[in-house]
């Protein structure tokens, strides 16, 4: 029987009750939910040595099979090349790129004892998923291992335009890898379109239907957005309604409104922007004065990489200041706290909000976007401000207020818009954008995936 091998970077916890803020973990955890199958990754430790032997426990219907690195290869795999390279310039951050021949070297390393593990471990017949930008040259490494299974890849993070792309050194070699694949996935339309443009230009690609031909290989290639469940996330948005920790938030805000920004503590993510956005409404609309809080929840992350330190400085010093400025005996302009909460707890703050402000400087797609969106009563639903540079802009631009992150001005303004919008408008933006969030479920982002693997 033909199985599902997941491959990832990232595992979920395998702990009940642990949660870790990031995409592509809580995605592929709901999607493998249904389906069963092998899940394969980096078990979070770096004290391994490269021959240590695998860990498989089995939770649920998903078999957890975990290798540690070591820490030279989290040094050069994880921290220099994964995030010092490829998550800096896909996100169009080319000013924080840090580009090193040995990180390079380290990368592909550890890409190939995944490789030799999956030579170990697949049959014939099984289906390999392979999901984000640590393991692009997996499938190259997989071929080289004598592995001839389907092979998908899917990035969650923006493809950027060919020329930010040729600024890694190794992006012939690096987009060739990708051309391994049997099918490659993005979030949008317009991240294909930069893949398929790099192909076209640089590698003599010809792009026919959604076959693309680079030389003797042809690859399928499309747009599969990664959706969630809104129904199970609506459902736990009501689960801790009664919890301690939304009673506290609650009495804090003595019923002022409440805007709401959750997110990994990344420079990709628009915080200080975020902060000076609303400073400039107080500043603008002082209606607004000991009316409102703004709630980010900011999670530190790669905090051993140099601009992830300098944001996380960054933000601090904003915040202080802001509130500084604006902090009366009895109202606190920001709360801005360093960590996780539960799921349901996160969504019933959603639930608990006017508005959700979602506005990332460039973002693979932002399923807090939709998370938000799922989490709200319909009988009296909050606005989502949102990016135009998250990939769920392309699905969400009609129901939500949109804004440049880059104009700061017009996140006050779009912040105050949310503000006021009467209860009936909020009502048909939300019908609208629910019915885009169970069109494009995370099942149909899988079996959509799948299927064209398949055939
Ligand atoms: P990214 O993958 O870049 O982190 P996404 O918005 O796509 O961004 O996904 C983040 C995921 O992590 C969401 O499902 C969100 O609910 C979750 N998350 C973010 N911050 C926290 C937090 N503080 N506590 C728990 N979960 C979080
Ligand atoms: O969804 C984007 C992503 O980079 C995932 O690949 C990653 O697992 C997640 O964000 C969190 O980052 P990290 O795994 O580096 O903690």
Same mark, same amino acid.
């Given at each position: 029987m033909s199985r599902l091998i997941v491959v990832s970077? @990232? /595992?979920?916890?395998? +702990?009940? *009750? &642990?949660?870790t803020a990031g995409g592509l973990v809580v995605g592929v955890l709901d999607a493998l939910r249904e389906t069963g199958g092998i899940w394969l990754g980096w078990s979070g430790d770096i004290s391994g040595e490269p021959s240590t032997a695998p860990v498989t426990e089995t939770v649920d219907n998903i078999d957890f099979c975990t290798i540690p690195l070591t820490q030279r290869d989290y040094d050069r795999y994880y921290r220099g090349f994964s995030n010092g390279v490829l998550w800096p310039t896909f996100h169009y951050r080319i000013d924080l790129s840090q580009y090193n021949g040995e990180d390079y070297k380290g990368y592909v390393e550890v890409n190939q004892r995944f490789a030799a593990l999956l030579a170990t471990l697949a049959q014939p017949t099984d289906r390999l998923w392979v999901h984000d930008y640590h393991l692009i040259p997996l499938a190259q490494a997989c071929r080289e291992q004598g592995l001839d299974n389907r092979i998908g890849f899917f990035l969650h993070i923006p493809f950027p335009s060919p020329s930010v792309l040729r600024t890694i050194p190794r992006h012939r070699e690096l987009v060739l890898a990708l051309c391994q694949y049997d099918l490659v996935g993005f979030q949008t339309q317009g991240d294909t379109q930069a893949f398929v443009d790099y192909a076209t230009r640089h590698l003599d690609g010809v792009l026919e239907g959604d076959i693309l031909q680079v030389g003797e290989r042809r690859i399928r290639v499309g747009s599969y957005p990664i959706g969630i469940h809104p129904d199970q996330v609506k459902t736990l948005s009501k689960q801790s309604a009664r919890s301690k920790q939304l009673d506290a938030l609650k009495a804090g805000l003595q019923h002022r409104k409440l805007i709401v920004s959750v997110d990994r503590l990344d420079y990709s993510k628009g915080l200080v922007q975020r902060f000076d956005a609303f400073d400039c409404l107080l500043e603008t609309a002082p209606q607004h004065r000991g009316k /409102? +809080? #703004?709630? $980010?929840?900011?999670?530190?992350? !790669? $905090?051993?990489?140099? *601009?992830? !330190?300098q944001i996380r400085r960054q933000l601090e010093s904003a915040a202080g200041r802001i509130n500084g400025k604006w902090t009366e005996l009895s109202w606190t302009p920001i709360r801005y706290m360093n960590r996780s909460y539960e799921r349901s707890l996160l969504m019933s703050f959603f639930r608990a909000s006017q508005v959700g402000l979602v506005t990332p400087m460039r973002d693979g797609m932002n399923l807090v976007a939709k998370e938000y969106i799922a989490s709200q009563p319909a009988d009296?639903? *909050?606005?989502l401000v949102l990016s135009?540079?998250?990939g769920a802009a392309a699905e969400m631009q009609d129901g939500a207020i949109m804004v440049n992150p880059f104009d700061t001005k017009a996140m006050a303004d779009g912040l105050d #818009?949310? #503000? @006021?919008?009467?209860? $009936?408008? @909020?009502? &048909? !933006?939300y019908e609208h954008l629910m019915e885009v969030l169970r069109a494009n479920d995370l099942s149909r982002w899988r079996d959509r995936f799948l299927g064209d693997l398949e055939s």
């Open positions: 970077n @990232r /595992v979920a916890p395998i +702990t009940e *009750g &642990k949660s /409102v +809080t #703004l709630v $980010q929840i900011a999670p530190p992350s !790669r $905090q051993d990489v140099q *601009g992830y !330190r009296d639903p *909050g606005v135009e540079f998250a #818009l949310a #503000l @006021r919008m009467p209860l $009936q408008q @909020r009502k &048909k !933006r």
